[in-house]
């Protein structure tokens, strides 16, 4: 069975590896042409806002379709069911807080970071160090979920096992993707994300008609087939399947979903690449439609993968469950179709990482160097130096990071990630946007105490130690249940908002800043590029 | 960007006509005065507007949201009640989400070019900022 699957899996890894190989290519170049010397701080971190409001959807999207969220949402819902479509309806309600509280203001208010819009009319340098404190480790986290997940898939999709050569692809990923950065930038990454969201949704939309079509376009009959080969019967058409004993966990992780997109940094930093809040909105308009023809190919390739390929298949073939997508590829195209999905989830990883990379440099080059170490007066050629060699030293972790963590169960760093984002950054932003009393010791309050409680009850809940899927299974120091930290983090960091603002006290100087940014921030007036 | 010019431009606050923002049509190097701006009866009305869409809009989505999420951790019975095949309750509320998010996605879009947009330019216009 084992040999046999693996087979399946690995189809032809030349065919595979010459799709990848054309895609680097492609993308490089293009990368290469747009890219324009990048000379100033506008153009590396936010294109000089010259992109539209549809090119930015796409990107937007492409920027959260990771390969977690297309590999394993495809994969969830072939092996559980229903539950796995319950991350999907989650990552789809999630814009609307970037569609109708965040987006507009944020592009009106910030240039590059999410340090911009913090500490707008707060105390300049704690502030900013907060914001790239928090920015630093979400992006970390996510991005170590990446890189970790690159070294499955290498040997799912191009049947290398060995430890080594897994590393050396890694390598191979990392390197392009520090290209993508130091000599694209923004505009360079965006394009890339367009490419791949494109691509992606292309491949997932044909695979769909088509196996609705192979079932006379009768979804019950798909459902019915997925039923017969898993092991699971007709209870993966509802939910429980998966999340059944833990109720509140599920609500948490729920909750975490739909808060923690629009507070990713390299998420949110994509605002700043349109000209003004009417493209920003659009760009959002178009996000929301990829995202759902997205999230409904992947129901019917979930359910076709349980149908056509069975579970059974799938849980034993290298890469376990994100093996479904292309599996099923694999089983209605051929070599062809694995390859070009195969090159599909590659991009995603690349381009993901790249973004991730992005945000994470102009942070530091930004709020830490500019503002925090030169106080506001640095050469903007110099920070644009200091944010390729951040850019470089980041990229250089995510290789370490990826090769280390190769292997590990580190799906979980995805949805800490998002915890993480929500915890320290939603309260954060929609004070300092919507509440004129909120100051600098509630901002600092809102991200430390949320980003510090997020981590504590990680640190002490089971996916650390005390269960059999733990990290560390030998211990047991856990004695929060729930391991996913949201429902707890996030009202806990809107909370210290409060507290850390009447601790704060008024002060009269606030008022003219306040004036600023408000009105900055619903007319776009004061904003220059 | 700079803390030292958001104070420069106060002097069109002391003006009787505070419409005019503290800013001339032509004068580009000068700040506009935010705080006339933010005190403004066409400012208030645009920030009134916003947050009495927003605000109960995303109260809203986030209750449906929750209750879809509730329902599906706590009733599996019910949510796998069989409507028409093998298609049951959950799946089809799970899709009412993907449509509600289009559907206030649209509403706001719509909301926003109707009685925003028309609002920001005029301020804008009052304020010596042309419009994009």
Known sequence: ???????????NPLINLSVFVLFAAVTLYIVYRVSSGNVTASNYYAADGGFTGAQNGIALSGDFLSAASFLGIAGGIAVHGYD???????????????????????????RFTIGDVMAYRMRQRPVRAAAAISTLVISFFYMLAQMAGAGGLVALLLGIHDRLGQSLLIVVVGVIMIFYVLVGGMKGTTWVQIIKAVFLLLCCTLISVFLLGKFGFDFSAILDRATQNNKLGTSILGPGAQYGKNELDFVSLALTLVLGICSLPHVLMRFYTVPDAKQARRSLVW???????????????GYGASALVGTDAILHAPGGENSAAPLLAFRIGGTVLLGVV???????ILAVVAGLTLASSASFAHDVYANIIKRGKADPRREVRVARMTALVVGFCAIIGGIAANGQNVAFLVSLALALAASANLSTLLYSLFWKRFNTTGTLFSIYGGLGCCLVLIIFSPVLSGAPTSLIPSADFHWFPLSNPGLVSIPFSFLCGIVGTFVGGRKADNAAKQAEMEVRALTGIGYKL | MTTAASTSGRHAAAEPDRRVFGGQPSTAPQKPDFEAIQDSAEFAELRRRLRRFVFPMTALFLVWYLTYVLLSAYAHAFMATQVFGLVNVGLLLGLAQFVSTVLITLAYNRFARRRIDPQVALIRAHAGVESK
């Open chain 1, 287 to 301: 996000a929301i439609w990829t995202v759902f023809i997205f999230y409904l190919c992947t129901l019917v390739i």
């Open chain 1, 84 to 110: 796995g479509f319950l991350y999907s309806v989650g990552w789809v309600v999630a814009w609307l807080v970037g569609l109708l509280l965040i987006g507009e203001m944020l592009r009106n208010t910030g």
């Open chain 1, 1 to 11: 069975m084992r040999v046999l699957a693996d087979g399946m899996a690995t189809g």
């Open chain 1, 342 to 348: 195969s090159a599909a989830a590659f991009a995603t």
